[in-house]
């Protein structure tokens, strides 16, 4: 069976390196792709919002499953475009409807949700340009820090925490008034900050079974100690030492199985992944948000400690048969670090060539985001440049592993941080 997968990241990447290892894959094709996916069948240059561009490759290349890594797609209704076009319709779209693609395409959407099946998350309010005054009065009443967010996709940028008032009022003003983030922030969503420690938890779903993924924490802030401004992602680490089976079952009763509830009951038809980010609270789990795909960079971080056949994995969602199906994990650490380009994620040059590459160890792996070849040379063209995952048996071992591949993969100004996995090992201590 050939397979198509939408989308240009080290989560495509991944995604591909793992169907590919399938008996069943006969040609993995990547669209648009990135230099580090020129192994697979094609990178194919295709615009990911041209959906009649993208059907009529999916057509000659007899392509029979499609997996939608960019939220965007899902956003802009890729799944319903297939599904309302007949001779598309037998071809599975591994990702949402727009319907349920909302609970990531807009945050109050999204708190909407949760406050109406009564799944854990922050207090909110929302507001737009025309009720900026309340907004206003709001912040001035509100307890701080507080948590400013874009209503729409801001490629995961679009949260501001502001630490008192006149930096709310700031932000406030720079995303409603000033078009920080666009469109995505014609309404901006006001939360209470929520002390604790983050897990993304993963689940694949037809909106009534699901499996559970390996958990993973990413860490978002481009400075080391998570300072600075958020990033697109700057690592991730799997399994959380904290995410124990008391934890996870809490998340599954009061988190998971109501969020299948609350879709089944809005007749929200869901088919693919849906990621959760969670806030450890006390050892209680609150909703941060959904996300309708998986996580970018925890994908390169989960999908090596899958060791199960992805594909039939797939073909389970397909046949409905997720209940029963048993997911094979490496009990392994895998720790994952993300190389980027000098000044990201604002104002930094493209196309420095990278080197180094044959120096990575070949029990290591590397996912490509931000590359492309010029002239057979390989330079970077994006702000997240390369992701190196390592497997060890420890945290510590898998990072030292992990630390030693970014070092020995370089190119003009480039950086990442030494300190992926810092508070989990103050964790692992405890």
């Not at 970018?296 to 994995?313: G, N, V």
């Not at 670090?337 to 180094?356: A, D, T």
């Amino acid at each position: 069976m050939n397979v198509l997968i939408i989308g240009s990241g080290a989560r495509e990447h991944a995604i591909a390196w793992k169907l590919s290892q399938s008996e069943y894959c006969d040609k993995v094709f990547v669209a648009p792709g990135n230099a580090g996916t020129t192994c697979f069948h094609t990178t194919a240059s295709i615009d990911i919002y041209d959906f009649e561009e993208i059907a009529k490759f999916a057509s000659d290349f007899n392509i029979m499953m499609i997996v939608v890594g960019s939220e965007n797609a899902l956003v802009e209704g890729i799944h319903d475009y297939f599904q309302s076009t007949e001779y598309l319709k037998h071809i599975l779209v591994v990702g949402p409807m727009k319907l349920g693609a909302q609970l990531e395409g807009s945050k109050d959407f999204c708190k909407g949700f949760l406050q109406k099946y009564n799944i854990p998350t922050a207090r909110y309010q929302t507001f737009t340009e025309e009720t900026f005054r309340n907004a206003v009065e709001y912040l001035r009443n509100h307890t701080y820090p507080a948590v400013l967010k874009a209503d729409g996709l801001a490629a995961g940028k679009g949260v501001i925490i502001a630490k008192d008032y006149e930096e709310a009022i700031f932000a406030l003003e720079d995303m409603l008034r000033n078009k920080r983030f666009g469109n995505a922030s014609s309404k901006v969503v006001i939360e209470e900050y929520m002390q604790g420690i983050e897990v993304s938890v993963f689940i694949l779903t037809d909106g009534k079974e699901y499996v559970l993924l390996p958990e993973a924490k990413d860490y978002k802030r481009i400075g080391e100690g998570d300072t600075g401004l958020n990033t697109g992602g700057m690592g991730a680490i799997s399994p959380v030492p904290f995410a124990d089976e008391v934890f996870m079952q809490k998340v599954k009763a009061r988190i998971i199985e109501p969020t299948l509830q609350g879709l089944q009951a809005e007749n929200i038809p869901y088919t693919g992944f849906l990621f959760i980010g969670l806030m450890n609270v006390n050892g209680e789990p609150y909703v941060i948000e959904y996300n309708v795909r998986l996580g970018d960079p925890e994908t390169e971080a989960i999908l090596p400690r899958i060791k199960s056949d992805l594909f039939e994995l797939f073909r389970a969602l397909h046949d409905h048969t997720l209940g029963s199906y048993k997911l094979e994990i490496d009990p392994r650490t895998a720790a994952t670090v993300f190389l980027v380009s000098g000044g990201y994620p604002e104002g930094f040059e493209k196309g420095k060539e990278i080197s180094g590459l044959e120096n990575v160890p070949e029990d290591v792996l590397v996912f490509h985001a931000g590359t492309k070849l010029v002239d057979d040379k390989l330079v970077s063209s994006g702000g997240r440049v390369i992701a190196v995952t390592a497997l060890g048996d420890t945290l510590d071992a898998a990072l030292a592993k992990a630390n030693a591949a970014a070092e020995a993969i370089t190119w003009q100004d480039r950086y990442y941080r030494h300190d992926i996995g810092f508070d989990l090992r103050q964790v692992s201590a405890r």
